[in-house]
């Protein structure tokens, strides 16, 4: 019974990275694409002998057994169940012609509300050796996240993280939306968590300085001294590294005696 490994879950093999939408580039939230090419069809629809001969013991009318070897098929590769109706019919039609169907019923996608359908999830879930999301797998992502959240700060970068950890732990994923919403939830914890460690290094003296740095200067540049130290430096000369106006020098006083107070604590 083979279990739903990486390679056959997400782009990172050489055969399910043509089959991901390029909506989502960055992301590894898998996602079928509308326009499949024939060799596509044939190394990731098809399906195995063992596969079909399980669909027979599942269900004998074939017209339920396509159905289960479209979800099995598209749960293979994507590693989350979507509904029928969102398959492309390129797909449906290749695994319904490869079970010698000479076309698709118009009903069809009545197996996405039917109780059949119910019956059939856990079924592959079993064949595949996949477990349910639940609490065990909330818990996992989460602390998955807030990790990867304290070595990196783009979303997109954790989610990748967070998706793989769930599928070396067998998990069923959850809905993009889900991903996403923790994923923002579990950075901003993590931050906010360096912010508090960061101000209680500082003493009162070097919070007044950082002030300094951001406060609304009064002339008429109208720019703070941390806008003027953001600014890129110029040749290194000694003539532009002199200061210019009284206000640069007291901006690179005090961005000093920040930067002092700052690495006393």
């Known amino acids: ?56 013991r599942v269900s004998k009318d074939p017209s339920a057994k396509v159905p289960f070897l479209i979800l099995l098929k598209t749960f293979q590769l994507l590693g989350y169940f979507i509904a029928l109706r969102e398959v492309p019919r390129c797909i449906v039609e290749h695994i319904a012609n490869d079970q010698g ?71 069923e994923l ?21 912010y508090r460690q960061v101000y209680d290094a500082l003493t009162a003296e070097g919070r007044n300085a950082i002030d300094t740095l951001l406060a609304e200067p009064a002339s008429e540049s109208h720019q703070t001294r941390w806008n003027m130290l953001k600014q890129d430096a110029g040749s290194p000369t000694l003539t532009l590294w002199l200061p210019k106006t009284q206000c640069e020098l007291e901006t690179r006083k005090s961005c000093l005696h920040a930067d002092t107070l700052c690495r006393r604590n």
């Open 1 to 56: 019974m083979p279990a739903l490994t990486r390679s056959r879950r997400i782009s990172c093999s050489n055969s399910a990275k043509t089959a991901i939408h390029a909506h989502c580039p960055r992301n590894r939230v898998p996602r079928l694409k509308s326009n499949v090419t024939r060799r596509e069809l044939i190394d990731l629809y098809t399906p195995t002998e063992a596969e079909v001969e399980l669909a027979g």
């Open 101 to 171: 169907m000479l076309f698709v019923p118009d009903n069809m996608e009545e197996y996405d509300e039917s109780g059949t359908r119910r019956r059939h999830v856990p079924i592959i879930r079993k064949y595949l050796r996949v477990k349910t999301f639940d609490e065990s797998g909330q818990a996992l992502l989460s602390t998955t996240i807030r990790r990867a959240a304290a070595r990196m700060e783009d979303l997109a970068d954790i989610i990748n993280i967070a998706i793989e950890e769930l599928i070396r732990h067998s998990f």
């Open 174 to 194: 959850p809905g993009f939306t889900s991903l996403t919403k923790e994923a923002q939830r579990g950075r901003a914890e993590v931050n906010r968590a360096l």
